[in-house]
């Protein structure tokens, strides 16, 4: 596979209104925050980190008329991301609350607006270019009208589009969907735990095989450990374990967007898949 000459994101941008706290609250209890402030977040992750290591990008997705929406159009702007839809003026961008712990982890609670209602009538506006790389979460595939509008509308895109199927934790994709999307996916990415949900293995090895039955044009896979690394295949350099270099984990929120978002602009620069 040629490397992709721009990524395309197919989703959903939201506001994050991120809140540093001790621990998660029990049920019936109150905890105080040590920090907090609002971030633009979702699928901006792997835009973000593709710009910042020159691979051109784009949004596909919709955005609101209100405040939240104001704050995801300034901050596209100020990374460089093209925008493909128009402003939609009939509500505002959705956001999420999340818990981030001393350790790093976090608790998700999202409260969707436009983004969640990416209707086939609204991706046929979009025509990703040869060479294009389309990028499609597991998130966005759960939503009951979005999954199935994209999974129609990569159907018909072009043979030289690359599309990109990134599925992480907590995204309960429909298992119809789910096959729709891969039968057209070049590169997967996803967790480990997704791949034990998915494919009945976490193992490395057996995991990229089954994968293959639901993937024929797969040409890049990638499986993510977190702290443990990374597993990645390709025709080139078969099954490489990559060890993940000793880090103390701060937020865990955007990892796998962002570890996407590097990956496609490195296979951009022609680097080698390991």
Do not use: N
């Not at 990008?57 to 128009?86: I, M, S």
Request: glycine share 14%; aromatic share 4%.
């Amino acid at each position: 596979m040629a490397g992709p000459r721009r990524l395309v994101l197919a989703g959903s941008v939201v506001v994050d209104i991120r809140l540093s706290v001790p621990d998660r609250p029990r049920p019936g209890r109150d905890v105080l925050a040590r920090r907090a402030h609002a971030e633009v977040g979702g699928g901006f992750a792997v835009l973000a980190a593709a710009r910042r290591h020159g691979l051109p990008a784009a949004y596909a997705g919709r955005h609101g008329a209100g405040p939240f929406g104001a704050q995801v159009r300034a901050t596209l702007a100020e990374a460089g991301v093209e925008l493909l839809l128009p402003r939609d003026e009939g509500g505002d961008s959705g956001f999420r609350t999340v818990l981030v712990e001393p350790d790093g982890r976090r608790s998700v609670v999202t409260s969707p607006g436009v983004e969640a209602r990416l209707a086939g009538g609204v991706l046929t506006a979009v025509r990703p270019r040869e060479g294009d790389a389309v990028h499609v979460s597991g998130h966005d595939l759960a939503y009951p009208r979005t999954g199935p509008a994209i999974a129609t509308w990569l159907a018909g895109l072009d043979p030289g589009v690359l599309v990109v199927c990134d599925l992480d934790d907590g995204a309960d994709v429909p298992w119809e969907v789910c096959r729709r999307v891969l039968r057209h996916a070049a590169v997967v990415t996803m967790t480990r735990t997704q791949a034990r949900d998915l494919l009945g293995t976490g193992r490395p090895k057996a995991a990229f095989h089954e994968l293959r039955e639901y993937a024929p044009t797969l040409t890049h896979a990638v499986l993510r450990a977190g702290l443990d690394g990374a597993w990645a295949e390709d025709a080139a350099a078969g099954v490489v374990e990559v060890p993940a270099p000793p880090v103390d984990p701060v937020d865990e929120t955007g990892g796998g967007g962002t570890h996407t978002g590097v990956l496609l602009a490195e296979l951009a620069r022609g680097a080698a898949l390991p």
